[in-house]
């Protein structure tokens, strides 16, 4: 029962309702140097295309990616059995107004596809009654199993306090939450010239800083029942894992330069945090293999990033399958991860 747990999702209404698409396209944050619009294929399909900063690319949503036979007939040549709808990127600025439209047409999608996909909810990360009751309706009436945010929202990590009391509310709840990487980080002024480095390195370093703002922010001290899974492998966080957290010296040193006492950071690490790899063959076999030997094969989840490129998804679980890694172990990321984090049942 293989889950891919990325699978992208954008309402195809949206492309054919001009009313909807002046209203998805106004709440775009120009105010953080992001600008979106509508324009039209060479074949004649439309395409919204955002731009951080502006002039420069970053996110494509085109006409008939999201068609629901399309991603079923995919799914089928892949083996895969379960998708995980996911938002990508404009979770960012959507109002709750658009939350509930965007969580509606998504539960309409999950339904017509007779089990085979899931979804989560997705609400603006703020206090007020009318979010708690939208997260309670995503919950327990649309059969979402958790909620979907972003790294980060306009120029504030998910360890600002200004999120606090939002996130007390979903402690409470014990979800997972899915964290997608933003289309650049907050501090971008390096990263935005070079086509490649932005869209593939610059949504990492978005991601790594976000993870270890969690760890060294004692975020999971104050939510401890929440559970977070980071897109990109958590901005490649195995390579950085064993550097953040080094142990205590060997020798006396005359000045500390470094936190050695990081039990709570090592705890949270093990409990509160799990990677999704966001599209496998990109990565390369060695640098999965060693994701799994560091952070463990019982912290990775599959995911293609569905439909940015098709074969990472009718081709993905084959690549994770040649891995040198134990039968355990691709079980876990192709599977039993997902199905434990999202509550999906057999």
């Known amino acids: 029962m293989i889950v891919d747990a990325n699978i992208y999702w954008f309402d195809e209404k949206i492309f054919h309702d001009e009313a909807y698409a002046e209203r998805f396209l106004a709440e775009i944050p120009r105010l953080y140097q992001t600008e979106g619009r509508m324009v039209q294929?060479?074949?004649?399909?439309?395409?919204?295309?955002?731009?951080?900063?502006?002039?420069?690319?970053?996110?494509?949503?085109?006409?008939?990616?999201?068609i629901l036979e399309n991603i079923l007939a995919d799914m089928d040549e892949a083996g895969i059995a379960v998708g995980i709808l996911k938002l990508p990127?404009?979770?960012?600025w959507l109002s709750l107004e658009l939350c509930k439209k965007f969580n509606d047409g998504m539960a309409e999608f999950v339904r017509q596809s007779n089990g085979r996909l899931r979804g989560l909810g997705v609400v603006p990360p703020r206090d007020s009654q009318a979010v708690k009751a939208e997260i309670d309706r995503c919950l327990d009436e649309l059969g979402f199993t958790g909620l979907q945010m972003i790294a980060h929202y306009g120029d504030h990590y998910l360890d600002d306090e200004q999120f606090a009391d939002f996130f007390s509310y979903v402690n409470e709840k014990a979800l997972t939450v899915y964290i997608h990487h933003n289309p650049v980080p907050v501090d971008f002024s390096q990263l935005y010239e070079y086509n490649n480095v932005r869209r593939s390195y610059g949504r990492n370093v978005d991601q790594g800083t976000a993870v270890m703002r969690e760890l060294f922010s004692g975020f999971f001290d104050k939510y401890p029942h929440i559970k977070f899974v980071h897109s990109m492998l958590g901005g490649g966080f195995f390579a950085f894992k064993n550097l953040i957290l080094p142990k205590k010296a060997t020798k006396a040193e005359g000045v500390q330069?470094?936190?050695?006492?990081?039990?709570?950071?090592?705890k949270h690490l093990e409990e509160n945090l799990f990677f999704e790899m966001s599209h496998a063959q990109p990565w390369g076999k060695e640098q999965l293999e060693c994701a799994v030997k560091v952070l463990g094969a019982d912290h990775i989840i599959y995911g293609s990033s569905y439909p940015v490129r098709s074969e990472w998804l009718t081709d993905g679980p084959d690549f994770v399958k040649q891995l040198d890694i134990s039968s355990e172990a691709k079980e876990l990321i192709l599977e039993g991860n997902a199905k434990r984090l999202y509550h999906i049942k057999d």
């Open 41 to 66: 294929l060479e074949d004649g399909r439309k395409q919204i295309v955002i731009e951080r900063p502006v002039g420069y690319a970053n996110v494509n949503y085109v006409e008939g990616d999201y």
């Open 257 to 266: 330069r470094f936190q050695t006492d990081n039990n709570n950071v090592a």
């Open 89 to 92: 990127c404009y979770h960012e």
